[in-house]
């Protein structure tokens, strides 16, 4: 269930001629199948971009971008959604209000065409702590933590062995964090999942990550593993004044200890 991932010089340009703006110059990094890597920086870094590319939704990107070896280009719509799922930050905004749980994780069950759709839903529900119950509910009916957690059940429904997941807490209250990160972490271990894994908060980054890169204005300035939080090992002056500036804030104390 595990796949490497590969980025190199990997660039993208928004917009045309003198409006244009190189968003991401040249960036690349690996991730081990199975591990968890972060992408961390300042707003406007271009870390939803890299997942953006990555997953395809944005393709007008150049440079290379491997899963297990194998260009993302290459791989048929149908394959990248088996191999690769995304998680948004929003879970408000990622449920379509007028469909009922049942629906949602139904409909890449029928695209994809498999069968034992609902023993499939039932245990994608139950993966994510939910009573199977909940298939009946429509988004107005669950809590902020709950929605995210279909966000989840949705992503993990095709079994992929890659999940993308873009700020996937800041969206909800501490307490709620603490739950999905510890969710995310134990289906991980379970699964063997990799991750790549967007925030801005270097205290997720310390609960989940194995190596973080480091982004500003488009580049990776530096790839660190999770240790290097503690004593602030970053090289790299950006890298080092983020990590400075976390630790004063809040001594980066794991996010489920913050609940
Ligand atoms: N479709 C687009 N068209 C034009 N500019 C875009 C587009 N998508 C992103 N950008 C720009 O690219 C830059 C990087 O955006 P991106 O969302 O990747 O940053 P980020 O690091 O994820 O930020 P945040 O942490 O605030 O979510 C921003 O300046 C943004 O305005």
Not at 7 to 26: E, H, M, Q, W, Y
Not at 87 to 99: A, M, N
Not at 134 to 140: E, K, S, V, W
Not at 155 to 175: F, G, K
Request: glycine share 6%.
């Amino acid at each position: 269930m595990s796949v490497s991932v590969d980025v190199r010089n990997l660039s993208i340009t928004f917009g045309a001629g003198p409006t244009a703006v190189k968003v991401l110059p040249d960036v690349s990094f690996s991730v081990k199948p199975g591990e968890c890597f972060g992408l961390v920086g300042e707003s406007g870094s271009g870390k939803s971009t890299v997942l953006r590319c990555l997953s395809m939704l944005t393709d007008f990107w150049q440079g290379d971008i491997l899963l297990d070896g194998q260009s993302v280009r290459q791989l048929p719509l149908i394959a990248r959604c088996r191999m690769l799922q995304m998680v948004f930050q929003d879970p408000y905004g990622s449920l379509h209000p007028r469909q009922s749980v049942r629906t949602v994780l139904h409909e890449p069950l029928a695209i994809h065409g498999l069968d034992d759709r609902e023993a499939r839903m039932r245990r994608a529900l139950t993966d994510v702590g939910l009573p199977v119950s909940f298939l009946d509910r429509f988004p107005h009916q669950l809590s902020g933590g709950q929605r995210q957690r279909i966000a989840i059940a949705r992503a993990l429904i095709l079994e992929p062995s890659l999940l993308l997941l873009d700020e996937p807490t800041s969206a909800l209250d501490v307490s709620v964090q603490a739950e999905i990160l510890n969710l995310l972490q134990r289906l991980r271990e379970e699964r063997g999942f990799t991750y790549l894994l967007v925030t801005h908060d270097l205290a997720v980054v310390d609960h989940m990550c194995d190596r973080f890169a480091v982004m500003q204005r488009g580049e990776v300035t530096e790839i660190l593993p999770r240790e290097a939080i503690a004593d602030n090992h970053a090289s790299h002056p950006y890298a080092r004044e983020l990590i400075a500036a976390s630790l004063a804030y809040e001594g980066v104390r794991p996010a489920t200890a913050r609940a």
